[in-house]
């Protein structure tokens, strides 16, 4: 078998999705070398192949990255297409070198620099930053092997439209922002039952007049970009919360919930007899089971001593016990907004920094790459 040529780049970026292409634009100023690698076949796939009716649930004032607002109605809520062709059009715009198709199998050691194997392609880099979101590889209970063959099951990751689904009831399992808006849609056409626990919720509509000032400055660049970080006390104690147990409904009300006629049903604990078994000690005659129960990071391929469990070690992403390694992208990694589209940015600009101070960078290469590439500074 012939030997594969190994290509150095001082960084490469793993994930072309937001945080990966906020990460590169931030880059592309300071003058530093790097590469992005994503698996999809293009950018913004990972949106794309999300369910068909997906909005965003913040406006579009708030939906563009740094050095390029998104081409909408400041106040409408964007589609999941749309944001996929947005991301291309980033990328295109500032030039970013983005290798598609291109799935990282190995991020190991290779003496003082990082060894990267995807698939026939082997790169070494001085630094690699994880690009990636927490929502990975789609996380289901064992029991779900045992319910009954003919029961329709999908996870959230797999469901795009009502027509996937057979006749008859539905049992959503989880009932955070993607249970409550597939149970929407779904009870349309089918009876629905919805397990998990009372999330809460936001007390106003996203979409109506008041949340205009409310959802912008009180909860997006206040309370999740400036108040719930890591350096405050009240974040500290809330991350935590965030991480194991989701957020608030922000879309979608317990009221409308119920007056669209879904009903809620005790916790999902097992199965019995194929069939769903609740706490109650109920079972579901269901046609249908749609998983909303979170995933599982994905990162077994990082052979790095940086994790704990499914979690990387970092401090607002920087790796301490492996430097030059970074993570973009998590939820909460620096702030509640981390892992949104308004707070990408900041992250991405910190991990730029401590690269460019990393590597030497001169104040010539700033001024000149500055001068072509804006960069947002709330």
Not at 69 to 82: R, T, V, W
Not at 94 to 119: C, E, I, M, Q, Y
Not at 132 to 153: E, K, T, W, Y
Not at 319 to 343: E, K, N, R
């Amino acid at each position: 078998m012939a030997t594969v040529p190994e290509q150095h780049v001082e960084t490469i970026v793993i994930g072309g999705g937001q945080a990966g292409l906020s990460v590169g634009y931030h880059l592309a100023r300071r003058g530093r070398p790097f590469l992005i690698l994503d698996a999809a076949e293009r950018i913004g796939d990972s949106w794309r192949q999300r369910w068909d009716s997906l909005r965003l649930f913040t406006p579009a004032q708030f939906d563009g990255l740094d050095g390029m607002p998104f081409p909408a109605p400041a106040h409408s809520f964007p589609s999941k297409d749309e944001m996929a062709d947005y991301l291309q059009a980033y990328a295109d715009r500032f030039r970013l070198p983005v290798r598609t198709g291109v799935r990282v199998d190995a991020l190991s050691r290779a003496g003082k620099a990082f060894a990267v194997h995807a698939s026939e392609h082997r790169f070494t880099a001085d630094n690699v930053v994880v690009a990636m979101s927490n929502f990975q590889q789609p996380r289901v209970p064992d029991f779900a092997d045992v319910l009954h063959s003919g029961i329709v099951q999908l996870h959230s990751a797999q469901y795009n439209r009502p027509a996937q689904l057979k006749p008859g009831s539905v049992l959503i399992v989880g009932a955070g922002n993607s249970g409550a808006e597939l149970g929407m849609e779904l009870v349309r056409a089918h009876p629905v039952c919805l397990s998990g626990r009372d999330t809460g919720h936001i007390p106003f509509r996203i979409e109506g007049r008041a949340s205009r000032v409310i959802l912008g400055r009180a909860v997006l660049r206040g309370m999740f970009h400036r108040v719930l970080t890591v350096t405050s006390p009240i974040g500290r104690r809330v991350r935590p919360k965030v991480l194991t147990a989701g957020g608030p409904l922000i879309r979608v009300k317990p009221k409308d919930l119920t007056a669209a006629g879904i009903e809620r049903v005790a916790r999902v604990v097992g199965a019995r007899d194929g069939l769903p078994l609740l706490a109650d000690g109920r079972t579901l005659q269901v046609s249908n089971v749609i998983w909303c129960t979170g995933f599982n990071p994905g990162f077994s391929w990082i052979r790095l001593p940086v994790l704990d469990g499914h979690e990387p070690r970092h401090r607002s992403g920087l790796v301490p016990s492996a430097p030059g390694l970074y993570f973009v992208g998590l939820h909460f990694l620096h702030a509640m907004s981390s892992g949104m589209i308004h707070g990408v940015g900041r992250d991405a600009q910190r991990i730029a920094d401590a690269i460019g101070a990393r590597g030497g960078q001169t104040r010539s290469e700033r001024a000149s790459l500055g001068r072509h590439l804006p960069v947002r500074t709330t």
